[in-house]
């Protein structure tokens, strides 16, 4: 199918509980995806601004993308927000995607923002679990720690899965974590801390669950018959795939299976004409252990139940077969909502050009994302290589 | 205070859309015929104002014999009006009366004598007034404002304990679930009432005015789901300060809680917390019986669903 579109330049603030406001967060973003273009960039050349964002704790619920011309830099610039959960990120590059393709636009920004911290305890668990099923889940006292410990009890009890397999998951997101100076948490754990730590919704653990994060992302695409003017190493998009699937977990056929994932990676596959074999490292959406297992199925990583034995054999570790999340992933990373599906291509950027550091995955030419909004109610894959 | 007692008297039993007579003494909370025609499932017809025990015997004896209120709920009967001694009353051999008495004191006499009971009738007084009623052993029915007491230092005894407070007024500073749709939702909330579709034969939970089979609105007709029974599909528990923040009262009340998924017929699943039951006690498979419970206010109105107990759970920890 060829390159749908071609990344020139990405920057990532440091996720975490942070000082900086979301205005201060999408300019620090911007300016350093724009000072990473290696030929440098014209603001004015940006066509098209997409800003991802939950708009957590009621800050600018309406309007919010108009701010991205103004910290951009880039006056009356064409924007629109995007919202779908914690798969805003990964929606807003697939819209971007598209501006390119039809032409509308040369040159494009995503932008991923969330700003979670500085709200009241109180209001934070107000607005935990919004993106989940309010008439019917939410009635029954549940965020998403809830809607995801029901789904790793089932997970574990059907495939006779020990509890140590989702302890390996955080073990190996933290160790990842700390070589990224991004991170929220930049610190090993090990599995004896895991287990042994309280637990928030049994049978997940504190260790088993993504921190509440601030911070921001940003990309910028161009279409790739211009990508040359702007770098001499461009990362290409080659396929994108999305799908939803019901807001409740209660009303889907089977408790412990993403059917929105396995049709947004049949479609990725399919649009980027490649296969799974020539993938060398994926981000997989894990803002619990238990979704990073059933990531990996469910994107056809792994069988059914058989995700557990693949990361406590260590093939996903940095150093495997399959390395996942190389940044940490959102369990050490950090997820603050908006920003994430931006920040895993952020994390593509720099492994397919190299630049990953100490963190670098060896010969990565080929990666996936995966980004999930709520419990599977929506996911957006893409595809992307060195061309 | 009023539909709390009117819950009590009718867990479960409000399956009809029929219109209801209420007559209720006492004073009488904001919004209570809402609340009534919540938990009964049809418009209600209310009768207010002061009675005394005299009156309230006459009131019984009307709605039995089906000539009044069908349900008479009494809240702070009026001592000075009530004339001296206890009233008796005779009741039939069926039909459902709901009767409540409020915090008489210690030792006082049974405010009213209603003799032995017969089945179908549900008495429903307060506290311990509960215990001087006579007969009223074997057809008690509760539901309780919030759970057991599942924490340590707790009181023992408190279960189903009345909340006479008005809801807080609480706003949501996040997700929050539209009147409209919780009201509309009530009869699968609360009776875990499903549409059943005529043209294609698919079963949908909750109810959403639509087939999610065939997409046909024209064709459903009420199913109810069985109020027990239900099979665990998967267990959580909510540590302390995980839950959503309406819950925190719930919390404050009963502790932390778990939730459980529960298939109620083949294919058709609800997401239920569960009450009276600790950590570990409901596991994957266990059969679980549903209650009607408090869950939390929200913008002044209580709301209420059904909660998954162990099966056979009794009703509360009144006389058996």
């Given amino acids: 199918m060829g390159h749908r579109a071609a990344v020139i330049g990405a920057g990532h603030t440091r996720f975490g509980v942070l000082e900086e406001g979301p205005r201060s967060l999408v300019r620090a973003a911007v300016n350093q995806a724009i000072g990473s273009v290696d030929k440098g960039i014209e603001r004015r050349s940006i066509g098209r601004g997409y800003l991802a964002t939950l708009g957590f704790g009621g800050w600018q619920i309406g309007n919010a993308s108009a701010l991205l011309g103004e910290e951009a830099g880039v006056p009356g610039l064409p924007s629109a927000r995007v919202e779908n959960a914690c798969a805003s990120g990964g929606f807003a590059l697939h819209e971007a995607v598209n501006a390119i393709r039809s032409g509308e636009a040369e040159v494009a920004l995503v932008v991923g923002l969330e700003k979670m911290t500085d709200v009241s305890n109180a209001r934070r668990r107000f607005w935990l679990g919004v993106s989940g099923d309010t008439e019917w889940e939410r009635q029954a006292g549940l965020t998403f720690a809830g809607v995801y410990g029901l789904i790793a009890d089932r997970y574990l009890s059907v495939h006779s899965v020990p509890r140590a397999a989702l302890g390996a998951v955080a073990v190996k997101n933290h160790a990842n974590g700390a070589l990224n100076s991004n991170a929220h948490f930049q610190k090993a754990v090990t599995p004896e801390q895991v287990a042994a730590a309280p637990r928030v919704a049994d049978p997940l653990g504190v260790y088993d669950c993504c921190p509440v994060s601030d911070g921001a992302a940003a990309l910028l695409l161009a279409s790739p018959d211009i990508a040359p003017r702007f770098t001499d190493t461009p990362i290409y998009i080659d396929g994108i795939g999305a799908s939803s699937d019901s807001l409740a977990v209660q009303e889907r056929a089977d408790l412990t299976r993403f059917d929105a994932t396995r049709r947004a990676a049949e479609s990725a596959f399919r649009s980027a004409d490649t296969e799974r074999s020539k993938v060398s490292f994926l981000e997989v959406h894990d803002c619990f252990t238990?979704?990073?297992?059933?990531?990996?199925?469910?994107?056809?990583?792994?069988?059914?139940?058989?995700?557990?034995?693949?990361t406590l054999s260590g093939a996903t570790a940095r150093d495997g077969r399959l390395p996942v999340n190389p940044d940490g992933g959102l369990k050490a990373k950090g997820h603050p909502i908006g920003a994430t599906g931006v920040s895993q291509a952020y994390e593509v950027f720099l492994q397919l050009r190299g630049t990953a550091g100490a963190r670098q995955v060896p010969n990565a030419r080929t990666a996936l994302t995966h980004n999930v909004g709520g419990a599977g109610a929506t996911a957006a894959v893409t595809i992307f290589s060195v061309g | 205070m009023a539909a709390t007692a009117i819950e009590r008297a009718v867990p479960g039993h409000a399956a009809t859309e029929s219109r209801w007579t209420v007559r209720v003494t006492g004073p009488v909370l904001a919004n209570v015929s809402d609340g009534f025609s919540a938990v009964l499932g049809g418009p209600v017809e209310l009768h207010e104002g002061p009675i005394g025990l005299g009156g309230l015997a006459e009131e019984i004896s009307q709605a039995v014999h089906g000539n009044g209120p069908q349900l008479v709920v009494a809240v702070d009967l009026d001592p000075d009006a009530s004339g001296a001694?206890?009233?008796?009353?005779?009741?039939?051999?069926?039909?459902?009366?709901?009767?409540?008495?409020?915090?008489?004191?210690?030792?006082?006499?049974?405010?009213?004598?209603?003799?032995?009971?017969?089945?179908?009738?549900?008495?429903?007084?307060?506290l311990a007034a509960v215990h001087r009623v006579q007969g009223a052993a074997s057809p008690l029915r509760w539901v309780g404002d919030w759970d057991a007491a599942l924490g340590k230092g707790r009181p023992a005894g408190r279960w189903g304990d009345i909340t006479t407070d008005p809801p807080p007024v609480r706003v949501s500073e996040g997700a929050y679930l539209p009147k409209p749709r919780y009201r509309e939702g009530r009869a699968s909330r609360w009776r875990l009432v499903a549409d059943h579709c005529t043209a294609c034969g698919a079963v949908s939970f909750p109810s959403r005015g639509r087939c999610r089979q065939c997409l046909r609105g024209d064709?459903?007709?009420?199913?109810?789901?069985?109020?027990?029974?239900?099979?665990?599909?998967?267990?959580?528990?909510?540590?302390?300060?995980?839950?959503?923040?309406?819950?925190?009262?719930?919390?404050?009340?009963?502790?932390?809680?778990?939730?459980?998924?529960?298939?109620?017929?083949?294919?058709?699943?609800?997401?239920?917390?569960?009450?009276?039951?600790?950590?570990?006690?409901?596991?994957?498979?266990?059969?679980?019986?549903?209650?009607?419970?408090?869950?939390?206010?929200i913008d002044g109105e209580w709301r209420y669903g059904r909660k998954a107990v162990p099966l056979g759970s009794p009703d509360g920890p009144g006389p058996s």
Avoid: K
């Avoid at chain 2, 409540?100 to 210690?106: C, F, W």
């Fill in chain 1, 290 to 310: 238990i979704a990073e297992l059933l990531g990996l199925e469910d994107l056809g990583f792994a069988g059914r139940g058989e995700a557990g034995a693949l």
């Fill in chain 2, 219 to 297: 064709r459903l007709e009420p199913h109810p789901l069985p109020l027990d029974g239900a099979t665990v599909l998967a267990t959580t528990w909510i540590g302390r300060g995980g839950q959503p923040t309406e819950f925190d009262a719930a919390v404050e009340a009963s502790g932390p809680y778990g939730v459980v998924i529960v298939e109620l017929e083949p294919g058709v699943r609800a997401t239920l917390p569960v009450a009276d039951a600790a950590p570990g006690e409901i596991r994957i498979n266990d059969r679980v019986g549903t209650r009607l419970r408090r869950l939390y206010a």
């Fill in chain 2, 85 to 126: 001694g206890s009233a008796r009353v005779v009741l039939p051999t069926e039909g459902a009366v709901a009767f409540v008495v409020d915090e008489a004191p210690e030792g006082s006499p049974p405010p009213v004598d209603l003799g032995p009971l017969p089945p179908g009738a549900y008495v429903v007084p307060r």
